[in-house]
C-alpha cells in the first residue's frame, strides 16, 4: 500500500486521522505540524528513511500524509489535494472552530477510503497523468527530516513489518470474500432443497386425499 497514514489538521490541531497500519507516524506527523511556521500555503516533503511525509497547506488547513518512497509525489499530492477537498466541501467554517478530532469518527472512513484508491487503483495515477503533473508537485523539493526536526525531537519512524501487514490484510480480505460466497451459495442451496421438499410433502398429501398419484377425484 503506497500511502499508509494521513490526517488533517487545522495548524498543529488534529482534527481527524487514519492509520493503515502499526506506526508511530502520528507522533513524527505532530512534530511536522509544531515546525512548519507562517501562513503562506505550501506544499512540502520530508524524507526518513524509506518514506516520505508530504504535507499540503491551504488557508491554515493542514493535510498531511505519509507514503512509502516508491509512490513518487504526483499519487501523494493527487490524494491530498483530493482530500482537502473533500474536508473543505464537506465542514466547510466549522474547521474554523472545531475542537481536536471533531471530524475523526466520520472523516476517518474518507482518509481510508481514499488511501486504498489511490494506493491500490490504476485509474488514480491515470487520472492524474492525463491532466498532467500539478504545478505544485513540480516544485516541491523532497527534504531530509532532520531539516525540520531538531536531532534531540527526532524520532524514529517505526512500521511494523507493512509490507506483511498489507499482505496479510488482502488476503484476509479474499478469504473473508470467499467465505461469504461460500455460505450465500451455501444458503441458497439449502433454501432450493427445502422449497422442494416442502413441493413434495404438498404433493404426497394431494394424491393420498386425491385418491392417486394423478389426483383423480380432485382434478374431476
Not at 53 to 71: E, I, P, Q, S, Y
Not at 158 to 164: G, I, K, N, Q, R
Request: some cysteine; hydrophobic content about 45%; proline content about 1%.
Amino acid at each position: 500500500m503506497a500511502i499508509l497514514y494521513a490526517l488533517v489538521a487545522r495548524g498543529s490541531v488534529v482534527l481527524a486521522e487514519y492509520s493503515a497500519t502499526s506506526t508511530n507516524a502520528s507522533a513524527i506527523a505532530r512534530q511536522i505540524l509544531e515546525k512548519i511556521t507562517g501562513n503562506n500555503d505550501t506544499n512540502v516533503s520530508y524524507s526518513q528513511d524509506r518514506y516520505i511525509f508530504h504535507v499540503k497547506r491551504t488557508d491554515g488547513l493542514n493535510v498531511l500524509c505519509m507514503a512509502d518512497d516508491t509512490a513518487g509525489r504526483r499519487i501523494p499530492f493527487a490524494f491530498l489535494e483530493d482530500i482537502h477537498q473533500r474536508f473543505v466541501r464537506t465542514y466547510a467554517r466549522a474547521v474554523l472552530s472545531a475542537h481536536a478530532y471533531a471530524m475523526n469518527d466520520e472523516f476517518s472512513r474518507v482518509l481510508s477510503q481514499q488511501m486504498e484508491y489511490y494506493s491500490n487503483d490504476p485509474n488514480a495515477d491515470r487520472i492524474n497523468r492525463l491532466q498532467g503533473e500539478m504545478s505544485q508537485v513540480r516544485n516541491v523539493m523532497v527534504e531530509n527530516i532532520d531539516k525540520v526536526l531538531a536531532r534531540g525531537d527526532r524520532l524514529e519512524l517505526l512500521v511494523e513489518e507493512t509490507a506483511s501487514m498489507q499482505g496479510n490484510t488482502f488476503r484476509f480480505r479474499n478469504q473473508a470474500r470467499r467465505f461469504r460466497n461460500t455460505v450465500w451459495w451455501s444458503n441458497v442451496k439449502l433454501t432450493v432443497a427445502l422449497v422442494i421438499l416442502l413441493l413434495v410433502i404438498v404433493y404426497v398429501v394431494l394424491a393420498f386425499v386425491c385418491h392417486g398419484l394423478l389426483l383423480p377425484s380432485c382434478l374431476k
